[in-house]
């Protein structure tokens, strides 16, 4: 499993005028809270934390994200 550090590029809404570049993490879905836990300690400064399998691109809560790159990927041990 893969914890996966991401750019992100998209605006706030409303008024879809604050345009962002940020940092976001993608965590596998079967980690326990405390994995995630440990997980974020090495990714402190996140904006958000997606789930595998949710999409990036598009409307979120708060915020649209129109592109992203990958830049970090972490190993994660197996939950047992």
């Known amino acids: 499993m893969r914890a996966i550090l991401i750019s992100v590029s ?3 809404h409303p008024p879809f005028s ?6 976001c993490v993608i965590l596998p ?3 326990s809270d405390s994995m995630r836990d440990e997980v974020l300690r ?3 400064d996140v904006f958000y934390v997606f789930t595998s399998g949710d999409p990036i691109v598009g ?3 708060s915020f649209t ?7 970090e990927e972490m ?3 197996a939950v047992c």
């Open 75 to 77: 190993e994660v041990p």
């Open 59 to 61: 409307e979120h809560r």
């Open 10 to 12: 998209g605006m706030m």
């Open 29 to 31: 879905a079967e980690l």
């Open 42 to 44: 090495n990714y402190c």
């Open 65 to 71: 994200i129109f592109s992203f790159d990958v830049l």
């Open 18 to 23: 604050n345009a962002f570049t940020d940092k």
